[in-house]
């Protein structure tokens, strides 16, 4: 057997990049039909490799994560993120990661209900009988409230809510797959560049305006969580942070990278997520009529207790996350040289883990292209690769938002469910790559009152 995986014949310095900016959906999927379980691609200045097999998945996010590391792709995911949660490794990770995690704990997640549907409601409260509304937008701009409420310890206002929303749109355009990228530095003053880099201070300048906001009030501050966390002080992301700061632990450069990251990653996934569960209930009656007689049966508001009884809406998430998983491939940057299904891959080598691929799988998923909640039943879900599905990652560095984020997403299905009707009004939906997966265009909806 050659130690050398399989792989598609690129082009003339441009290797297989320009057929994978063109649609990086297609071609991930075409790749693995065509090659199997490992696969060597040439899409960029280092080796790259694709596993999609869940035993070799597992092998990289669990079993032997130390030796795979999170990678530099792009340095403008530095001017980004910087140093924060999502793309700091080793020791600063493991402070940072320990640091945040009581704004994670169980029981303070679950005292956010309040705050989530109270946010829902006041959305919901703008929508009238008749209503075309554009869910994408509409999701980001309510989970952006959300997640300033559950993690800043603050409100946010309407306009400063539009400033957000209107800087994403060039932040992800630096980031859709661009097999001309990797010659052109992040500091070079492209037209992308410049307005990549204005839109990044802008929202810096928000976060800044929070902070200041907060600022002397991380020891007294009512926690929108309530009581649920034993402690005499807030606990949202925040107050933690700013405790830190007080105490040493932290510099202005922390704190903004820590924010910046939960501000972007805490907020873009639920809406994504919600976005693709609305669109497939939609196109689905049936799947739909019962979700909205689950969530109608509900005594009174959702809670976070009624989640639990909501069996067939976590299998309608859990469906749509794999059909449309937000967070479409994981990369990962070898630290040793390994051999992964008896191929050779290299130290520094790039690891794809595409979840786009493996959760879409004939191996693992029959009729996989079809929407069918019913898969997540037990009885079916059981024999199934663990691996087979991993939209929030998995091992040391899962999403540390998780919980959170699938309390929020079933709280406002729930909700949303429960007062309107909604049918898609829009084209067949079309893709478009950067860190997370969007529609290339509106997704319109129609609403009728429930």
Known sequence: MSTRPPGPRGEPLLGNGRRYSRDPFSFMTAVADAYGDVIRLDLGPRETYMFTNPRDVERALVSEHAAYGKPTLDDAIDDLLGDGLLMSEGDRWRHQRELANPAFHASRIAGLDDAIVGHTEEALSEWEDGDRVDVQVELARLT??????????????????????????????????????AVIPSWAPTRENREFHDAVATLEGVIDDLVARRRGTEETAPDPAGDAVDSPMPMDLLSILLRAQNAGEQTEADLRDELMTMLLAGHDTTALALTYAFYLLSQHPEAKARFQREVDALDGTPTAGDVRDLEFTDRVLSESMRLYPPVYTLFRETRVDTRVAGYRIPEGSLVMLPQWVVHRSERWYDDPEAFDPDRWAPERARDRPRFAYFPFGAGPRHCIGKQFSLLEAKLILATVGREFDFSYEGPDLDLRGSLTMHPDHPVPMRLSSC
């Open 144 to 181: 952006v409230r959300i997640i300033v409420t559950a993690m800043f310890g603050t409100d946010i206002d309407e306009e400063t809510v539009k400033t957000v929303q209107e800087n994403l749109e060039p932040l992800g355009q630096r980031f859709e797959p661009n097999a001309m990228r």
